[in-house]
């Protein structure tokens, strides 16, 4: 007997559940059933694939997660997806990060649902070029240290907002990546490229754009075109700054760490939309006075440098809430510190203070005060203004155990950690 539209709906309701028991209800109704069963797709290679490559028979439980619209599949190193990737129809969002896949299927590009792709750390032999026939991908995460080169396909993936290829040997950036004009975030670190070309002042949309570890030689002038650009990292790039970089507005977040600095690039200082500045691990010894035109910061990081001193101008930072100056050679810091009053962290360890500078103890805000492995003897019992203080670090000093005691008893709602 022919089984009836409304029978063959009920099941496949059923069927395609993300609810272990409606699956197995299912499977139980398709048991003596030939019609019903020949409306269950062939999940084994799936299974196989990515949940146990032993398995003989498909369970519930795994057509259940096969269901679902978010699907991780890392805890089972797949090494050649099978063709049945195709039944994923619901799927959108795939991870498939940490496993052995050198390609992908051609039935990749009927998952006509999916929107974020994650494949890092997979031995891809060459960029996948099927990810660019998804129709609706907007995330796309993938690495692999034999990738040499993007597909000009990449140009089909109109749809993309989020696309990082990290980790590879790709030296040249096509014309086709640029021709992506919904990309928000593109991520770019640890590859081989050196030049940032004009191109890139075609991507106006960009948000965030992310190039550590790249031994860039250029970067284009046509970066000054990218207007909604709120952040952008050129850690370890050693690359001097386009003087167009002025020209980004609404930049927020600059991290120029780990590069060989030995003065600021007057650029940063016009930057007046900062609110984070990654300066760590240059060969900083002083800040410009034009420092203090960055009135709207909030964090400034200037660990691992050179300074013996900071400018008075720092105190014109005013919304400054956290600071990092660890690894320097400062001995003091300068009377226009106590204007830092929204200041709630400050990080100075392993520098070469002998005393607390007392310009710390007007900060009403500050919450944690981190200055272990320097010089410290005593502590004064003015550390006691410190009223919201809730973290104190005093490890790798010369203080004596009375000391510490005291300082517990002055500031009894803060954590003192001491050696």
């Known amino acids: 007997m022919t089984i009836t539209t ?63 619209t978010v699907l991780e599949f890392t805890d089972h190193p797949a090494i050649q997806i099978p063709k049945e990737i195709a039944l994923l129809q619901h799927v959108e969002e795939l991870m ?78 096509p014309p086709e990546l640029f021709q992506l004009h919904q990309l928000q975030e593109l991520l770019l670190s640890n590859n081989k490229i050196e030049v940032l070309p004009d191109a890139i002042g075609q991507l106006t949309g960009l948000k965030r754009l992310v190039l550590a570890d790249n031994p860039l030689t250029n970067i284009s002038n046509e970066i000054g075109k990218l207007k909604n650009l709120e952040y952008l990292n050129l850690e370890n790039t050693q690359v001097d700054l386009p003087p167009t970089l002025v020209e980004l507005d609404r930049l927020e977040i600059l991290d120029l760490s780990q590069n060989v600095f030995a003065e600021l690039p007057w650029q940063v200082s016009e930057l007046s939309g900062l609110r984070l500045l990654i300066l760590g691990r240059n060969k900083l ?63 100075m360890d392993s520098n070469q203070l002998k005393y607390i500078p007392p310009e710390v103890f007007m900060l009403q805000n500050l919450k944690d005060l981190i200055i272990r492995d320097n010089q410290l003897v005593r502590i004064p019992e003015e550390i006691k203004q410190l009223k919201k203080l809730e973290s104190l670090y005093l490890e790798k000093n010369h203080l004596p155990t009375e000391v510490i005691l005291q300082v517990r008893q002055w500031l009894p709602h803060c954590a003192v950690h001491a050696n």
């Open 96 to 173: 498939m990060y940490d496993n052995l896949l050198t390609c992908l299927p051609v039935e990749m590009s009927q998952l006509i649902q999916l929107k974020k792709l994650n494949l890092f750390h997979n031995p891809f032999k060459e960029f996948p070029r099927v990810v660019c026939q998804i129709p609706h991908l907007e995330w796309l995460y993938i690495s692999s240290k034999e990738i040499s080169s993007l597909s000009t396909d990449i140009a089909q993936m109109q749809a993309l907002r989020w696309f990082s290829i990290v980790n590879t040997q790709v030296s040249d950036l």
């Open 285 to 347: 010894t002083q800040l410009p006075d034009t420092i203090s035109k960055l009135q709207g910061l909030q964090e400034l990081y200037l660990n691992m440098n050179n300074f013996t001193f900071l400018p008075d101008s720092i105190g014109d930072l005013i919304n400054l809430k956290v600071l990092f100056v660890p690894g320097n050679k400062l001995t003091t810091l300068p009377k226009s510190f106590k204007n830092l009053q929204q200041l709630e962290m400050l990080q």
């Open 6 to 68: 409304q029978t063959k709906q009920n099941f496949l309701q059923l069927l395609q559940s993300t609810q272990e028991q409606n699956v197995a209800l299912a499977l139980q109704m398709a048991q003596n059933n030939a019609q019903l069963q020949a409306l269950i797709p062939n999940y084994l290679p799936l299974v196989q694939c990515f949940i146990n490559r032993e398995a003989t028979q498909v369970e519930a439980s795994h057509i259940a997660r096969f269901n679902h």
